[in-house]
């Protein structure tokens, strides 16, 4: 299995671009998570899905912040318009269906460093 | 306002030696708890975990100790080793539908031979 895949890997924009992260979860996998790490705030859910659905968005820091997961094996992240205190790096992480046991591991994918200008 | 404290941002061990690396919560509903290591330029990845209703786990060289009136975890890698050297995370959860993980700022963990 080729793991998670994010891409791109980097990106470096202007300030006021629309920027759209790529996420490609394990095939099979019932969730998928999107993350923000910064050296601040650490890593920081944004918002994750379950087949598909939205469950849980409270992270999402405003408005300019979107996601969508139109089907199984593809989800973006869309920053519109995009400011300089984006910059952080974006991760993408999928799991199973945690059965009996919540505490089952997420897989993540290398990650996306935004550099906003 | 931190949940997750990993009050060490760094560490340095001597190869063959004992690596502890500390968490204190304190919210005493979460139910689960997480430790992941990342090497630079990757993404997180799963290391050890523990049940809220257990006091220790082992997994080969590495042990999760629980103590839940304390809301406090630690983390015991032995022996330690080079390749063990990363950044290392603990993220602690809730049961239930929520699948949310609250994640500490991580502890940098450095194995000299």
């Known amino acids: 299995d080729a793991g998670v895949i994010q891409s791109p890997r980097h990106e470096v924009t202007e300030m006021g671009q629309e920027v759209t992260l790529r996420c490609k979860p394990i095939?099979?996998?019932?969730?998928l998570f999107w993350y923000r790490q910064t050296m601040m705030r650490g890593l920081e859910l944004l918002i994750y899905?379950?087949?598909?659905?939205?469950?849980?968005d409270s992270g999402m820091p405003e408005d300019r912040f979107s996601a969508k997961m139109p089907n199984a094996s593809f989800s973006t992240l869309k920053i519109q318009p995009s400011e300089p205190r984006d910059s952080a790096v974006y991760f993408c992480?999928?799991?199973?269906?945690?059965?009996?046991?919540?505490?089952?591991?997420?897989?993540f994918g290398p990650g996306t460093r935004l550099t906003v200008l | 306002d931190q949940q997750v404290k990993q009050n060490s941002p760094s560490l340095s061990v001597q190869e063959g030696r004992i690596s502890i690396l500390n968490c204190d919560y304190t919210?005493?509903?979460?139910?689960?708890f997480l430790w992941y290591k990342k090497y630079p330029a990757e993404g997180p990845t799963f290391l050890i975990s523990?049940?809220?209703i257990k006091d220790k786990n082992e997994d080969g060289r590495f042990t999760v100790f629980l103590n839940k009136s304390a809301k406090h975890l630690s983390l015991h890698i032995v022996p330690s080793q080079p390749g063990d050297s990363a950044v290392y995370f603990c993220a602690p959860g809730r049961d239930g539908n929520n699948r949310k993980l609250i994640w500490g700022l991580g502890t940098s963990l450095a194995v000299n031979p």
């Open positions: 899905f379950n087949n598909n659905v939205p469950i849980d």
């Open positions: 919210n005493s509903m979460f139910d689960y």
């Open positions: 992480a999928s799991s199973p269906d945690p059965g009996v046991w919540i505490g089952d591991e997420q897989f």
């Open positions: 523990i049940s809220s």
């Open positions: 095939s099979g996998h019932d969730y």
